[in-house]
Every structure is written in structure tokens, then in C-alpha cells.
């Protein structure tokens, strides 16, 4: 049971640069979540997906886009990367009444 | 403001018991969520509590006062590998988790 998988689990690139954080579930979760986490502060969210075809914005979403053409796949697109996007980015899943996170194990990037 | 309030770090004694408070001011209230995140790990999931009242799950045990705005996560017969930060969050109105920033908490043998 794979539970969430993320990739790649660690970056580094240059500012500027387009990259792409991988997101797949196989629980058949219908809500999907990205988040950073910053040294200090609490998990912040990015972006949303309460089900497929639809996607919102969270507390922190200049910078990154999302989409959401299917139940499993979530991906973080940051279009041009700047140094203050060095975060790790968990994304989460979930699908129960009592709205339980299953998060998968991080993307550590650092841009420079 | 939406606000959680944990303190930064605690240190406790493994076999101990400690206790870790989280204060919440939200818009509305829909649950209250204790997760645990090892070092370099993802956060996991420890409690949820809706209701006033403590709730216990083996060692641990988590307390809701919603007319307070207060929570605890209650740890006993501590082990080295309860080593870890303790994460609070709160549903609010919205259906949107707001997190705290986490407790680190360190065991000392």
C-alpha cells in the first residue's frame, strides 16, 4: 500500500527556473492538499482539491499552480522559482468524515 | 486573525508524563487535530476531538475545551521515541485546517 507518493523527495534548482512537484494517491481520496512548512511556522496551504476538475487557492498560492484532471494525481507547478520558494512541500490526501491528512513524505527545494 | 498558540519546545524525562497545551482563536470550530512529525518526516496523525472532553488512545490522550479555546496533548510513560514535534490544528469554519507551529518535544534518558 503506497498510501501518497511524492517526487522528486529532494531539488535543488535555480531561480527562474519552471519545476514540477509529483503527486499521486491511490486511496481514492477526493481532496487533495498542497503545503510548505517553513522553519517556525505552522503548515501553510498552497493549494486545494476537493475533488477532480476542481482546484482552489489557500493561504499562499502566488507563485504556484495546481491541477486536478484526475482522482489520484496532484501536481505543484512553480512557473519561475524564486529563493523564497526554498520550502518542504508536503502534499496531502483526504477522504474520511472526520478529515484525518494523510501526507506524503516531503519535497525538500532549495532554489538558489 | 485566525491564531493557534503551542509553545515552541518543552523537555521532559523518558517514563515521564508531559503535558502540551495549544490555545486556539478561529473562525468557527469544526474539530481539533493533534498530529506527530518526526525529523524529516511527514506529520501522522494522532487525534481528533469535536466534542468537549479528553479523549485517550493508549499513552496518549488529547482534551477539547471549546468555550475556552484550549487544548492539551497528554503523554505518558514517555519513550525516547516519542522524540518529535507536536503539531495543533483546528478546523475551522470553512473546512480549512490552521496549524500552529508545532512543539518540539526532547527526551532526556
Known amino acids: 500500500i503506497a498510501g501518497i507518493t511524492q517526487a522528486p523527495t529532494s531539488q535543488i534548482l535555480a531561480a527562474g527556473r519552471r519545476m514540477t512537484l509529483r503527486c499521486t494517491q491511490d486511496?481514492?481520496?477526493?481532496?487533495m492538499y498542497w503545503y510548505r512548512q517553513d522553519l517556525g511556522l505552522g503548515l501553510r496551504l498552497i493549494h486545494y482539491s476537493n475533488t477532480a476538475g476542481t482546484t482552489g487557492k489557500g493561504e499562499v498560492p502566488d507563485g504556484y499552480s495546481v491541477s486536478r484532471a484526475n482522482t489520484d494525481d496532484f501536481p505543484l507547478t512553480l512557473a519561475s522559482a524564486v529563493p523564497s520558494q526554498t520550502s518542504v512541500y508536503f502534499c496531502?490526501?483526504?477522504?474520511?468524515?472526520?478529515?484525518?491528512?494523510?501526507f506524503g513524505e516531503g519535497s525538500r527545494l532549495t532554489v538558489l | 486573525g485566525q491564531n493557534i498558540d503551542q509553545p515552541t519546545e518543552m523537555t521532559a524525562t523518558e517514563g515521564a508524563i508531559v503535558q502540551i497545551n495549544c490555545t486556539y482563536q478561529?473562525?468557527?470550530?469544526?474539530?481539533l487535530f493533534w498530529y506527530q512529525q518526526h525529523a524529516g518526516e511527514a506529520p501522522t496523525f494522532l487525534s481528533y476531538n469535536v466534542l468537549d472532553g479528553l479523549e485517550e488512545k493508549g499513552r496518549f490522550s488529547s482534551f477539547l475545551s471549546r468555550s475556552k479555546g484550549y487544548s492539551y496533548l497528554l503523554l505518558k510513560e514517555l519513550q525516547m521515541k516519542d522524540s518529535a514535534s507536536y503539531l495543533c490544528a483546528v478546523m475551522d469554519s470553512n473546512y480549512q485546517l490552521i496549524w500552529g507551529a508545532g512543539t518540539k518535544l526532547i527526551i532526556k534518558p
Open positions: 496531502a490526501s483526504t477522504g474520511g468524515n472526520t478529515g484525518e491528512l494523510f
Open positions: 478561529t473562525s468557527g470550530f469544526n474539530g
Open positions: 486511496m481514492r481520496h477526493n481532496a
